[in-house]
């Protein structure tokens, strides 16, 4: 069980979802502190003062905070755009390194070419 444990997470697919978990963590911190503590307030700003956080109603005993509710919405969909717009950012990025790797010739590749002109070359004189 040890070996097939071993095995496991040792591969290389493990250890980039760690990282990405890691990195993702890290991420969600930044982007949270970006909705806490920037743009809410601005919007509390353009809305008149309005904080959602404090939007709640009292129904028999229990107090019904949806103001958080709201708060939780708008943090997705500023979290979730974040998110998309970086994914995007390193897929432009991976296929413009793609596109330069395709654009410059291998060496090796050039030197069998040069080659093989070489052997059609002699072929024909012969």
Do not use: C, H
Request: no cysteine.
């Amino acid at each position: 069980m040890w070996k097939e444990f071993k095995s496991f997470a040792i591969r290389g697919n493990v250890i980039d979802l760690a990282i990405g978990v890691i990195i993702g963590g890290a991420f969600g911190k930044i982007v949270t502190s970006l909705v806490n503590d920037l743009m809410m307030p601005l919007l509390g700003l353009l809305l008149g003062g309005l904080d959602f956080s404090a939007l709640s109603f009292t129904f028999v005993d229990a107090e019904i905070k949806y103001g958080l509710f709201i708060q939780s919405i708008v943090n997705f969909f500023i979290i979730s755009f974040s998110i998309f717009l970086f994914i995007r950012y390193i897929s432009k990025l991976k296929k413009k390194d793609a596109e330069e790797e395709k654009a410059a010739p291998d060496p090796q590749e050039e030197l069998l070419k040069e080659i093989r002109d070489l052997l059609k070359e002699q072929t024909r004189r012969s």
